[in-house]
């Protein structure tokens, strides 16, 4: 056992974020909103992509599983965060809590990396190969794909929660973390860490720099066909079907790989700790907004069923 950790703990202080009390408030009501947001604008997009028959398409399926995985993070970091907001130095977990919040954390992240990468190369096949599309995108293949997605993203999540129930956590019982990520959770452990590290790296490997490269090589051929049309309209239309998944991609992957890469030492670990609200918050809330506002078949999809509900406002009333 580590000489400076003796005591075995059963509880987590999660520290959150040391805001002044005059911020407090301010910052708990703008967090309620921005969770409230988060699910009503996922939901919204579900709702409409299983509500209409015109968004019965591999990219709208994709990307209403990707609300739900957003919903999913939303719903397993928010909340919590927002309890520790409130209490201050009292905010405890338990450790089995803990734990299970990183495992829907590990779920959710790593469903989202499988399923941009599937929906990058649904752009690619619609772009480089838009002759074979229906062929290739097939409701066959979207519904094995997500379902995919989410066994390996359970999965992933298992293996972790079972190597890290297998360790003890001694004292000092501190995370200076807002929600329970794995080295923090690890750097509390009375043992050596070095197998789960080491299943991390690899994991990593396996299902974030693989999709980042294939996310990555799908681009670089979608920009040479879009290079290829002669027209400047044409470009612009090709490629505004995928410039709101490229940017969601760009900022997801972006800050994921810069917290996960980047050493932590002193001042880094409070940079690191706000690029985490880019990922966990922040992203869930701005995907809906992005690909509802540069999405036309979304829009017009919102647009008919409020002049639905207008015309059956105004029959009866």
Same mark, same amino acid.
């Given at each position: +056992? ?11 202080? @999660? ?10 408030? !301010?910052? !708990?009501?703008? %967090?309620?909103? &921005? ?23 591999? +990219?709208? /399926? ?36 803990? /734990? ?7 779920? *959710?992240?790593? #469903?989202?990396?499988? @399923? ?14 838009? @002759? ?8 066959? %293949? ?13 999965? $992933? ?33 009375? !043992?050596?860490?070095? &197998? $789960? ?19 990555? $090589? *799908? ?18 239309? $090709? ?10 991609? #760009? +900022? ?21 700790? !706000? +690029? *985490? ?8 809330? &701005?995907?809906?907004?992005?690909? *509802?506002?540069?999405?036309?078949? @979304? ?19």
């Amino acid at each position: +056992m580590n000489e400076k950790n003796k005591t075995i703990i059963t509880v987590i202080h @999660l520290l959150g974020f040391q805001t002044p009390q005059a911020l407090t408030f !301010f910052l !708990f009501f703008l %967090f309620l909103l &921005i969770y409230y947001v988060t699910i009503c604008g996922n939901l919204l997009i579900i709702t409409l992509v299983f509500y209409s028959k015109s968004l019965h398409s591999p +990219m709208y /399926i994709f990307l209403s599983q990707l609300s739900l995985t957003d919903i999913l993070l939303a719903t397993d970091v928010l909340p919590n965060m927002l309890h520790s907001m409130l209490e201050k130095n009292n905010a405890i977990i338990s450790i089995s809590n803990c /734990i299970s919040q990183f495992y829907f954390f590990a779920v *959710s992240e790593t #469903s989202e990396c499988l @399923l941009l990468t599937v929906m990058s190369y649904d752009r690619y096949v619609a772009i480089c190969k838009p @002759l074979h599309y229906t062929l290739i995108m097939s409701h066959w %293949f979207c519904c094995v794909t997500v379902i995919i997605s989410w066994i390996l993203g359970f999965l $992933v999540g298992l293996i972790y929660t079972i190597e890290i129930s297998n360790l003890q956590f001694c004292s000092p019982n501190i995370i200076d973390h807002f929600f329970c990520d794995l080295d923090p959770i690890l750097k509390l452990s009375c !043992f050596d860490t070095t &197998i $789960v590290q080491l299943q991390s790296t690899l994991t990593s490997v396996v299902f974030a720099c693989t999709p980042v490269i294939i996310i990555i $090589v *799908s681009y670089v051929y979608i920009i040479v066909t879009i290079f290829k049309i002669p027209s400047i309209t044409g470009r612009q239309k $090709v490629f505004s079907t995928c410039s709101s998944h490229l940017i969601v991609v #760009s +900022m997801f992957y972006g800050t994921l790989l810069f917290v996960y890469l980047v050493p932590r030492r002193g001042q880094l670990l409070k940079i690191t700790k !706000f +690029m *985490s609200l880019l990922y966990t918050v922040v992203t869930p809330l &701005i995907n809906p907004i992005i690909y *509802s506002l540069r999405n036309k078949d @979304l829009k017009e999809v919102v647009g008919r069923i409020t002049n639905n509900l207008l015309k059956l406002h105004s029959y009866y009333f």
